[in-house]
């Protein structure tokens, strides 16, 4: 079992900034990859941010330049740090995790989500 718990959403002001921390627990044995994504009312889920194992990071274009992900491996734990915030930010971030177990399975796992919500 692979747990993944999000923290520090809430609401922010455009122009605004804030960093979400995600942390996967249990049974890993190697994380393939860490990401997050958003989902705003009315809207299919998407990508935000994502790193993998060997450092890399891919952004959605709407992001770039703008949100950095960083990732602590040693803690399993993935950060979306996020500047210059506007409304259309606005959604609920899901972090996921995606790897293997300590008997080999592979795993893909979500958390709850957290709302963030810019207001204008």
């Known amino acids: 079992q692979v747990q993944v718990v999000e923290s520090g959403g809430g609401l922010v002001q455009a122009g605004g900034s804030l960093t979400l921390s995600c942390a996967a627990s249990g049974s890993i044995f190697r994380l393939i990859a860490l990401g997050w994504y958003r989902q705003a009312p009315g809207n299919q889920r998407e990508l935000v941010a994502v790193?993998?194992?060997?450092?890399?990071?891919n952004y959605a274009d709407s992001v770039k330049g703008r949100f950095t992900i960083s990732r602590l491996d040693a803690k399993n734990t993935v950060y979306l740090q996020m500047t210059s915030l506007k409304p259309e930010d606005t959604a609920v971030y899901s972090c996921?995790?995606?790897?293997?177990?300590?008997?080999?399975?592979?795993?893909?796992?979500w958390g709850q989500g957290t709302q963030v919500t810019v207001s204008s």
């Open positions: 790193t993998n194992s060997g450092g890399g990071t």
């Open positions: 996921n995790a995606r790897g293997y177990t300590d008997v080999r399975l592979q795993f893909d796992s």
